[in-house]
């Protein structure tokens, strides 16, 4: 078995996807017990709008994992088949599911592109075109809802958060998260459009300080992918960067209002683009989650943020139906797709060349 083969079998092995599961669990069942109210069960009026709304959540995951698909096919300028690119974006998303997610899933999928032919400045220059991406969104997607929503109902006030010796609230922490990606999505973006090599040298420069020295190594080799996405990804035309972005803007777009629909289904409501924004918030908070795929932090925040919106007692279980739907399924299907990906990539290829010899 080759050495990448048993490193991979590794990186998901049983222990790492059994830990998120446990605490995702264990979260879910202690806010479940203590949140019980059989009336609130009761209570539920079904229509044919709620089923509607739910027979709606099904379709929205198909699309959003459809746009992530369609957009990697892009940007490995459709080098990977419709099926390739399943397999890759499951993967993708089950590495990132038994992360935790202030690391992301990114080194796995730099191997996981790459052991799909792409040579691996290409498959720098993918890896990383998507996270800035996936920044860009977020970063002109708040300032957007704001404006639609404005600011006034748009933080609460509970819980606070402990950062260093300093206290901070849910705007605080916000205010913090946003500025970071803005930053770090400023310095890719000149590094990947005007001088990466300037922005490598001041990566270099800014980790020299002391209390960054620790991280002075993936400062250097995020100067070095940048270099390299740049000369990939500089020249493309306008209408590649319109089509990346509009794809992009879909597929987070369906993740999203994945909840509104949930919602909607047991409670109508009419303040879609403030549960919208609410999530945004909540995303940052889950982007500096230390457990994998953020378990236990997701399905705890979840009533906290938008709780409000959703009838008495019910918040809990909507906070676990919730997960059920938008991360437990990737688990179970990047179990299922990470053998038969393994045995293409590994074996597949011997076969073939097997093949072509004997005829």
Sequence with gaps: MPSRHRQILKFF???????????????ATFLFVRDFDSQVFTGIKW?????LWLAL??????????????????????ELS????????????????ITPSVVGGSAVALFIVHKEGINMGRTTAVVM????????????????VMLITGTSNLFISEPSFSLASATLSSKGVF????????LMTATIFAGIF????????????????????????????????????????????????????LITLLSWTARFWVVNVMIMAFNPVSQHFLIYARQLIMWVILLISPTPGGSGIAEYFFPVFLGEFIENGLATPLAIFWRLISYYPYLFIGVLVLPVWLRRVYFG?????RFRSVK
Excluded: C
Aim: no cysteine.
């Design 194 to 245: 005007f001088n990466p090599q300037k922005v490598k040298q001041l990566l270099i420069s800014v980790f020299k300080l002391r209390f960054l020295r620790h991280w002075a190594h993936q400062a250097e080799q995020t100067g070095d992918e940048l270099i390299t996405t740049s000369s990939e990804m500089k020249n493309r035309p306008f209408s590649f960067w319109l089509k990346a972005f």
């Design 47 to 51: 229509t044919k709008y709620s089923a």
């Design 13 to 27: 092995s049983l222990k790492r996807i059994s830990v998120p599961i446990i605490i995702g669990l264990a979260t």
């Design 349 to 353: 290829k011997r076969r073939n060349i």
């Design 175 to 182: 205010i913090i998260g946003y500025v970071f990606i803005l």
């Design 129 to 144: 075109t998507t996270a800035l991406l996936d920044e860009l969104f977020y970063i002109i997607m708040v300032p957007t």
């Design 82 to 97: 419709w099926k390739r690119s399943f397999q890759v974006i499951m993967l993708w998303e089950f590495a990132s599911s």
């Design 57 to 78: 959540i099904p379709v929205l995951m198909i699309i959003r994992d459809l746009s992530y698909m369609y957009r990697i096919r892009l940007l490995t300028d459709y």
